[in-house]
């Protein structure tokens, strides 16, 4: 079967540094991606990784390793806005239309 | 602005009754999906179509269907026989990744939320 893994919730401060692990198990790999979800909206993409590393995208990066199934987001320089629910998603066929969703992290983000 | 644009945003339906869910994108994006959220739940796939007049079933087809009759199109009903149609639902587009280590980036409607009374 499918399984991937992240924290249902975390608490953090403005200004702090949160890591969101997200585990997976899955009968095929071809990249992971973070989104982040506001309540009510649309998610939106944030990043992708398909080799092992560290992907930087200003206060926010992605790491990978595979040969662990683990990825984690890592957001720096909290601020309010931030206040979301975090998904983990593995496509999991090469044509990259089959995507498994984790259940998502939500995140609060206090002054 | 390019986008997805999902309609309605909020929709009541009575038990025993069909909807539809609108779900237009101009983007020019030749692949399109429809997921179902629930609370405490990741998006589960319902269908997809990766091009005009071809769709295939996602992990919860049952009680849905689709049409893809046109590129920015793809419009979903929840019929009677969905069980549990309450749920939030998300349509997204993509295109198909550029090479094999491409991302294929799905973006996505702003939802439509469906209760059924």
Known sequence: ?111 | DGGITQSPKYLFRKEGQNVTLSCEQNLNHDAMYWYRQDPGQGLRLIYYSQIVNDFQKGDIAEGYSVSREKKESFPLTVTSAQKNPTAFYLCASSMPPAGLSGANVLTFGAGSRLTVL
């Open chain 1, 1 to 111: 079967g499918q399984n991937i893994d992240q924290p249902t919730e975390m608490t953090a401060t403005e200004g702090a540094i949160v890591q969101i692990n997200c585990t997976y198990q899955t009968s095929g790999f071809n990249g992971l991606f973070w989104y982040q979800q506001h309540a009510g909206e649309a998610p939106t993409f944030l990043s992708y990784n398909v080799l092992d590393g560290l992907e930087e995208k200003g206060r926010f990066s992605s790491f990978l390793s595979r040969s662990k199934g683990y990825s984690y987001l890592l957001l720096k320089e909290l601020q309010m806005k931030d206040s979301a629910s975090y998904l983990c998603a593995v496509i999991i066929n090469q044509a990259g239309t089959a995507l498994i969703f984790g259940k998502g992290t939500t995140l609060s983000v206090s002054s």
